[in-house]
């Protein structure tokens, strides 16, 4: 692992309800760096996916300091957010988040374009997810498990530096899961790729660096000696 791709420090984010302010997240630290993967775990409702949308800029904190790839985050636009969703971070959302208009293969085409790749190793990747006879398929022929793991080759043809994942084995049924876990976590060590990733699957979560447990609004690493 080298560079430090997430810096975060006291950040805090709320929102509004009715007549009463909710603080979601508050004082929460963290950094993660190139070739690391952290789990994220907690229960429904702790922010999460409050975290991951502040990461990729789809929210920004009320306040606290965030550096992605070594920017502040009170000088990136819009504008600057969008080329780093395009070129440099993977969004892995629970329902696989393709364009339901295009075939796997034209999704995996459509998404490394944006990236400005002129070529692209999708079709190897769906080869190694046991999803190759998806290529021509549209999302909505496609099970759950198969849409998530088209999603994880959309990701990684795009060859991204961050991927930030919500529950990116949720659809998978549990023999799945473990056949493509693996190929997850070699991918994104062999890349050099920092990953972020929500999760209830604990076998997924002490796969990973390290486990981080938000809670009160913060995060907190996880005692090792409590279940998952």
Known sequence: MDGVLIKARDLNRSYRAA?????????????????E???????SGSGKSTLLNLLNGLLRPDSGQLQVFGRDQS?????DWAELRRTRIATLFQDGNLIPTLTVARNIAFRTGLAGLQAHEGDALLEQLD??????RYPDQLSGGQRQRAA????????????????????????????VSPLFFDAIRERNVGALIVTHNPELAR?????????????HPWDSAASL
């Open 19 to 35: 007549r009463e302010q909710i603080s979601v997240l508050h004082g929460l630290s963290l950094e993660l760096r190139s070739g």
């Open 37 to 43: 993967a952290v789990a994220v775990i907690g229960p």
């Open 75 to 79: 000088e990136l636009t819009d504008a």
């Open 131 to 136: 999803i190759a006879d998806t290529t021509h």
């Open 152 to 179: 994880l080759a959309c990701a990684f043809a795009m060859q991204p530096r961050l991927i930030l994942a919500d529950e990116p084995t949720g659809s998978l049924d549990q023999a799945t899961a473990k056949r």
């Open 207 to 219: 796969s990973c660096d390290r486990i981080l447990e938000l809670r009160e609004g913060a995060l």
